[in-house]
């Protein structure tokens, strides 16, 4: 990459308008057709979204820095400062490592069965309703219990964790009203988080509790340990409901489908892959440049914000064919919805494992899943889900 003398296209779209978040992907596609990299006037922003590019900024760590924040607000941003996702090698090096163990294949493979029954209870209590919210009774309680438990939380209080990192998403975005009137939701989250974190409330043994010993060995500082926990438990919720809910949703959606995973339950791996793949849940996360660099022929000054869109590199038509049809049986093995390189997702293991546990219960315990209704659309500038999934089930052989 080097510097190059003309301007850069430049585009009068606003990615976080509420028309745009109900549907992202006419405008990535306009946005990847205007350049490899494109000035977004109104909020004063980059934003890369080819395939090839988003691939070749979040491998270029030293040209593209998460130090100052990766989200699009400089208030937000001041506050993620030095956390494993804001932050460059060698100080992210060694907060990844903290929980590195913990999260390596070895550790998740024993993790199985203990989520495998987690998801199959709450498939058997919405199963037994006959007709239920798939978002409210399934994907958005696996991930709360699962993660809290790692993470070795109390049982009481986990009610604000969720609304919480879905609000530490919204703070992602742009400083506007809306995100004002959510400051006090992230404020709580964040007291709730700072209490939490004692080694009288944190379960022995538990992945909070590494955390602390961390701090007690001199690995990591010891106003390190709050940031580190709230990372874990932002960026391993919503993302992992949503994507859940966005299977669901799919599989609901056509019949033929679910025919297809009951005749053979081996696709359930390589389909949450092509949903990920189509459904990004962190949509667009962003890096600054440290020097001014040339990206697919546009130059980028140094100190630009650039937005990184996973999920439009994921519908990019010059790696994907057809990239906006669901085809399960694509296995994109290369999409980016956990990112790339040296920040690529830290928990994907483990969200693999709750897809895995989650519709192998269903499919063992429900003949047909069908939509009961239309599916409401959650609205968040980082992550796309849904609020809500209205399904019907027949359950297995007529039980
Ligand atoms: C389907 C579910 C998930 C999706 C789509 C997802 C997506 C992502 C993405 C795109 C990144 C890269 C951020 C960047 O490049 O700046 C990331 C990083 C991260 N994720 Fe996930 N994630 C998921 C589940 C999880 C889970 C279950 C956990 C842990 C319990 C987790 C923990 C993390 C952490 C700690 C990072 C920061 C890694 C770093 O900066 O080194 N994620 N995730």
Redesign the pocket.
């Known amino acids: 990459m080097s510097t190059a003398a003309r301007p850069t296209p430049v585009s009068d779209l606003d990615l976080w308008s509420d028309a745009v978040l109900a549907d992202p992907y006419p405008a990535y596609r306009e946005l990847r057709d205007a350049g490899a990299a494109v000035h977004l006037r109104r909020h004063a922003v980059w934003v890369v979204a080819r395939y090839a590019d988003v691939r070749a900024v ?1 491998a270029d760590d030293m040209t593209f820095s ?1 130090a100052s924040g ?1 989200g699009i607000n400089d208030r937000m941003n001041g506050l993620q400062a030095g956390t ?4 460059d090698d060698p100080q ?1 090096a060694v ?2 490592a903290v ?1 590195s163990e913990k ?1 390596a294949p070895r550790a998740l493979a024993k993790l199985r069965t203990q989520i495998a029954e987690q998801a199959d209870s709450l498939v058997r209590d919405a199963v037994e309703q006959g007709t239920f919210d798939g978002v409210g009774d399934l994907a958005a309680r696996l ?1 709360v219990d699962v ?1 809290a438990d ?1 993470i070795g939380l109390p049982v009481q209080g986990r009610e604000v964790l969720l609304p919480g990192a879905d609000a530490m998403f919204a703070g992602m975005g742009p400083m506007d009203e809306r995100l004002e009137a959510r400051v006090p939701e992230i404020m709580a989250h964040q007291r709730y988080i700072g209490e939490m974190t004692s080694r009288e409330k944190l379960t022995p043994g538990s992945w909070g509790a590494a955390i602390l010993d961390a701090v007690d060995e001199g690995r990591i500082a010891p106003d390190a340990a709050v940031p580190l926990m709230t ?2 438990l932002v ?3 919503d ?2 409901v ?2 859940l809910g966005n299977y669901l949703r799919l599989l609901a959606a056509d019949p033929g489908l679910w025919k297809l995973l009951k005749a053979d339950p081996s696709q359930i791996g390589s389909g949450f892959e092509e949903c ?1 793949r189509l459904e ?3 949509q667009n ?1 962003t ?1 600054v440049t440290t020097r001014a660099v040339e990206m697919g022929g546009e130059p980028l000054p140094a100190g630009a914000r650039v937005v ?1 869109s ?1 999920a439009s590199a994921n519908r990019d038509e010059r790696h994907y064919p057809d990239p906006d049809h669901f085809d399960i049986r694509r296995r994109p093995l290369d999409h ?13 293991g ?2 693999r494992i ?2 895995q546990a989650l519709i192998s219960a269903l499919l063992r315990r429900v003949d047909r899943l069908e939509l009961a209704g239309e599916p409401v659309r959650h609205l968040n500038p980082t992550i796309r889900g849904l609020a809500k999934l209205p399904v019907s089930v027949v359950p297995a052989g007529g039980r």
């Open positions: 979040l998460s990766v494993v996702l804001a932050s992210h907060l990844r929980l999260l991930p993660v790692l990372a874990y960026a391993g919720m993302t992992t949503h994507s990920l990004s849940p962190a996360f890096r990184v996973f980016l919805a956990f990112g790339h390189a040296v920040h690529g997702c830290a928990g994907q483990l969200a709750e897809a």
